[in-house]
């Protein structure tokens, strides 16, 4: 009987390390030890950098916000009125909001997730100047979004038609999602 469990744990063992053991399945072809994974987020109230916070501590990845030179005020955030600061910059999709330096370079890390809020359907165009500012190409980018109910599909086809030579995975919006299931989702795309 021991044998038998023996010869059944290293079958199992060739899939996943979970045999007799706690550790979560691991995918053979997709190590996540040997990649270099960089969290990057937007977020003008908060709820997208708290998913990003438990995104980067799944896999103890490096966290940092792209964070807008001049912070959003309620009153720019007013999707209501047609001349507040977020709708203007909605409207115009040359605009590219000035965003601070960062203390990373996202180009010394293989897979980067990258989060933001949905403006507009679309992801706001901080995630546009952070893209454009970094020399991405051969990165995968990851993206994740949260939102009061639309999905992240449009704002991803988006920007894979902004920057067709980028590796721009499906990514996933995480409303309300437990951390068990966002790890489950990081881990699987790393
Ligand atoms: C200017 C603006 C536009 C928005 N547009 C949408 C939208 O098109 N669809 C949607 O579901 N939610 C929309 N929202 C809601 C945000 O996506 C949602 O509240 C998000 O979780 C906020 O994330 P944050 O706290 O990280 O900024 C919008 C919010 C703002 C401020």
Known sequence: MKKLKTIVC???????????????????????????????????????????????????????????????????????????????????????????????????????????PIWWDLAPRQVNTFIEANSLEGRTIVPFATSGGSTIENSVKDLRRLYPSLTITDGRLLNNESNQAISDWVLSEI
Not at 37 to 61: N, Q
Request: charged content about 30%; glycine content about 4%.
């Open 10 to 116: 290293a079958l199992v063992a060739l899939g996943t390390t979970a045999c007799g053991g706690e550790k979560k399945q691991v995918s053979q072809d997709r190590p996540e030890s040997d990649k270099k994974i960089l969290v990057t987020y937007f977020s003008a109230t908060g709820t997208t950098k708290d998913v990003a916070e438990r995104i980067a501590e799944a896999v103890s990845a490096d966290i940092v916000e792209i964070a807008p030179v001049e912070a959003y005020t309620e009153a720019d955030l007013d999707w209501h009125d047609k001349t507040s600061r977020s709708s203007v910059e909605m409207k115009d999709e040359t605009s590219r909001p000035a965003i601070r330096e960062m203390d990373v370079n996202p180009a010394d890390y293989d897979v980067i997730f990258v989060g933001f």
